[in-house]
């Protein structure tokens, strides 16, 4: 079955990187539309980013526009979050999901299977 599995999530200071991994299997990786979205705490889970089985960004949130990158590695089966100048409000659980069902990139209703979350605290 289709498995997501992130990493590379931890405790940061402000304006501080990380880079996230979502390693995937049981599919066939390139055909898919993979997402990025995060969860505040107290908060309702949000987009973050979107990218094609080709590896062009198709969506971006207003609020990481410059600052992060998404990515993929399809030989790798592997989606990238790529996060520079971070702030205290990118803390959050981050999670992968695979795009399955048409519509909006940033609607997580959209998207099928989804990773168990990797914590990313940004102190200030």
């Known amino acids: 079955q289709v498995q997501l599995v992130e990493s590379g999530g931890g405790l940061v200071q402000t304006g501080g990187s990380l880079r996230l991994s979502c390693a995937a299997s049981g599919l066939t990786f390139s055909n898919y539309i993979m997402g990025w979205f995060r969860q505040p705490p107290g908060k309702g889970r949000e987009s973050v980013a979107a990218i094609s089985g080709s590896g062009r960004t198709l969506y971006s949130s207003d609020s990481v526009k410059g600052r992060f990158t998404i990515s993929r590695d399809n030989a790798e089966n592997t989606v990238y979050l790529q996060m520079n100048s971070l702030k205290p409000e990118d803390t959050g659980t981050y999670y992968c999901?695979?795009?399955?069902?048409?519509?909006?990139?940033?609607?997580?209703?959209?998207?099928?299977?989804w990773g168990q979350g990797t914590q990313v605290t940004v102190s200030s």
């Open positions: 999901a695979r795009k399955f069902y048409s519509g909006d990139y940033s609607d997580p209703r959209n998207f099928d299977y």
